[in-house]
């Protein structure tokens, strides 16, 4: 077989195991009538949004699709198409899956306990994972085969396939994340601290969209994120190898990457087999041993090709052990020390809460981004002793981190599953002791998720440094010496400016959003408790479905707007000042969109955990002033963490992959400079 065919035959494969998951998963039980109804409800609920969702979507990709058909080629027109179908098929495969191991998680911990319903819930997470490496080997690893391997001349076609998938990313990240957090606002202000009912209570009427919410924002919209950065370091990668006429080096990303999806199979497995004696372990032995699996077989396999020089392994390294590295220190800020001064904080009432928790974002902001930097100065210093051009190790560093990334994303989707098997227990009323059990899953399952925010973050920071890196050599190869990046140039330092502004923007027109759709749901939820009799007595049944129509208009309604602000500011730059400001433009995006999410991550998950910690009992406990504060800072947390924070990762990436895109297009000087 033709080496090139490995990379989509392993996704096969991958696939393969995936549908075998999700059939142990449907062996479980779905509960009872009314476990079985709620369950039901999130079900529809997620399917019927994300439907109308891709029908918006489809719009727009097609608009992309008939433009680079018309300026850049068939090939590239077939590229955005076929991404758009990945990163839509991942998600939307990822939340089918949650959806219906959600309900089986709550069932299994009320028959059989903490080990059962932990086994659901990562298998869940699982088809998540393995779908999103699967579909990126097969739709790259198979374009890649029939437009650049052996010689292929259409190698550029490939970067529309970055395009169509970061764009799918881009609106299900923002429309997910305004829905879900719509609601989850909107049901923690009226039912928590108004009507002091406990969280997801089933009185309250915003409570299943709140579960719906879960799986098209942090399951579906996660997945569609970490498609784009896995793929876009390959195709940044593969372009760089093209401009220095290296098929070998071109190959790598796809190659590493079908390793990678061997060593998250791995690790799943590791999971499984150490679930039964404690989940903690089990899922922390899952993250940190993939990777050591993959370093070993990414060996053999660098090894095997005669003209790579191993010494590249070690930019691999680097990434795979950053990836980590950033993972921890989210954990520490969302888990650790900090999320307890955040939470004494309220003691004092939601002002102190909101400016501790501030803090506590904006520090650790820090390290991370330290850690990318000595991930850039390692990787470029080792590609260029190894006589490799330095901006292919950033990109080989980036794939290093990617890689595990079925493993990574199954621990990450986990969280979710688990999170709405709590929800379903509290609803149907499942009891005291199969709550504790679900809420020690979510528990973890928040702990995870931050580990994956900071993952996904790193991970597309460097995705997008090393998809500009070739958009630079790809204007270099064009222009020659007239291309140069410099802070002296003023059309330099105006593109860094613009591309600074544009995270601001986004993150402002999504928080808005959200705050929007929040008001409307609160007053919603305000009038069914006022004008539904029998509601807060239990005697009657909210109204969920107008809650879930509420969360899904407001979605669909404001994701347009950052979608087309992220697409049109490369050409709108590209073209208006030339590629020497556009390459400004992605260098100062690149750095505002990095430090705004991990800020903007890290404080939500911090005040969302503090929120936790009162409610276990500590510092007065649920319904004590300290606990109103705390669901304050929660509160304003939630469209950071979900919301704005993770549509900074896609943000820059959209901008980087259409300026790849449209780099054989572009001036030196705009029309209007």
């Not at 990945?86 to 089986?104: E, H, P, Q």
């Not at 029998?534 to 129509?549: I, Q, R, T, Y």
């Not at 903007?600 to 929120?611: S, T």
């Amino acid at each position: 077989m033709d080496i090139s065919l490995y990379p989509p035959f392993l996704g096969i494969i991958g696939l393969v195991a995936a549908f075998f998951i999700y059939s142990l998963v449907m062996k479980y039980p779905d509960g009872e009538d009314k476990v079985k109804k709620i369950g039901d409800q999130i079900h529809k609920g997620a399917l019927a949004f994300m439907k109308t969702e891709y029908k918006y979507l489809v719009i727009f990709i097609m608009v992309l699709v008939v433009l680079a058909g018309m300026f850049l080629g068939t090939e590239t027109a077939i590229a955005v198409i076929v991404g758009a179908a990945c990163s839509s098929l991942a998600g939307f495969i990822g939340m089918y899956a949650a959806t219906k191991a959600n309900v089986r998680t709550a069932t299994a911990a009320q028959k059989d306990g903490a080990a059962a319903a932990l086994s659901v819930s990562f298998y869940g997470g699982s088809v998540m994972g393995l779908c999103v490496a699967s579909l990126g080997l097969i739709g790259l690893g198979s374009l890649y085969y029939f437009y650049a391997a052996n010689g292929g001349s259409h190698v550029h076609a490939l970067e529309g396939f970055g395009m169509g998938a970061s764009v799918v990313a881009l609106f299900s990240r923002v429309g997910g994340g305004i829905f879900t957090k719509s609601a989850d606002v909107g049901a923690d202000l009226v039912g928590k601290v108004e009507a002091g009912i406990p969280e997801d209570d089933p009185r309250n009427p915003g409570v299943i969209a709140d579960n719906v919410g879960d799986n098209v924002g942090d399951v579906a919209g996660m997945g569609s994120d970490i498609f784009e950065s896995y793929c876009g370091s390959m195709i940044a990668s593969i372009a760089i190898a093209y401009t220095i006429n290296s098929q070998s080096l071109m190959f790598l990303p796809l190659g590493l990457a079908a390793t990678g999806l061997i060593a998250s199979i791995v690790g799943i497995a590791i999971v499984k087999i150490q679930s039964a004696k404690s989940p903690a372990s089990a899922l922390r032995s899952g993250t940190l041993l993939a990777p050591l699996v993959f370093m070993i077989m990414a060996y053999f396999l660098v090894n095997s090709i005669s003209d790579i020089p191993t010494s590249v392994l070690w930019c691999v390294l680097t990434g795979a052990v950053g990836g980590v590295a950033i993972g921890l220190i989210t954990e520490y800020y969302t888990g650790g020390s900090p999320v307890k001064e955040i939470a004494a904080s309220g003691e004092t009432g939601p002002a102190t809460v909101m400016i501790t928790g501030l803090s506590v974002g904006m520090q650790s902001v820090v390290i991370p981004v330290s850690i990318l930097a000595i991930i850039i100065l390692i990787s470029t210093s080792i590609a260029s002793n190894i006589g490799i051009t330095g901006v292919y190790g950033v990109g080989i560093a980036a794939v290093g981190m990617l890689s595990t990334v079925g493993i990574t994303m199954a621990i990450d989707a986990y969280g979710p599953v688990a999170d709405n098997a709590g929800g379903i227990a509290e609803m149907s009323g499942m009891g005291e002791e199969v709550r504790e059990i679900t809420d020690s899953l979510d528990e973890l399952g928040n702990t995870t998720a931050a580990i994956g925010k900071g993952f996904a973050i790193g991970a597309a920071a460097l995705a997008a440094l090393a998809i500009i890196s070739a958009y630079s050599a790809q204007i270099s190869s064009k222009y020659g010496d007239a291309f140069y990046l410099s802070i002296t140039d003023p059309m330099v330092l105006v593109g860094m400016f613009i591309g600074i502004c544009i995270p601001f923007l986004i993150s402002s027109i999504t928080m808005k959003a959200v705050g929007d759709a929040a008001f409307e749901m609160i007053n919603e939820i305000r009038r069914q408790f006022r004008e539904i009799n029998g509601l807060m007595e239990g005697n009657a049944d909210p109204d969920s479905e107008k809650c879930v129509e509420i969360a899904t208009k407001a979605a669909l309604k404001k994701m347009m707007l950052p979608g087309i602000i992220a697409v049109a500011m490369p050409p709108v730059i590209g073209f208006g000042l030339g590629a020497i400001a556009l390459g400004g433009m992605l260098a100062g995006g690149l750095l505002g969109c990095v430090a705004l999410a991990l800020f903007m991550a890290n404080a939500g998950g911090a005040w969302d955990n503090a929120k936790k910690y009162v409610e276990k009992g500590n510092l007065g406990g649920k319904g004590s002033d300290t606990h109103a504060a705390a669901v304050v800072g929660d509160t304003v947390g939630d469209p950071f963490k979900d919301t704005s924070g993770p549509a900074m990762n896609i943000l820059i990436n959209v901008m980087a992959m259409v300026s790849l895109v449209i780099s054989s297009l572009l001036p030196i000087s705009g029309m209007l400079f």
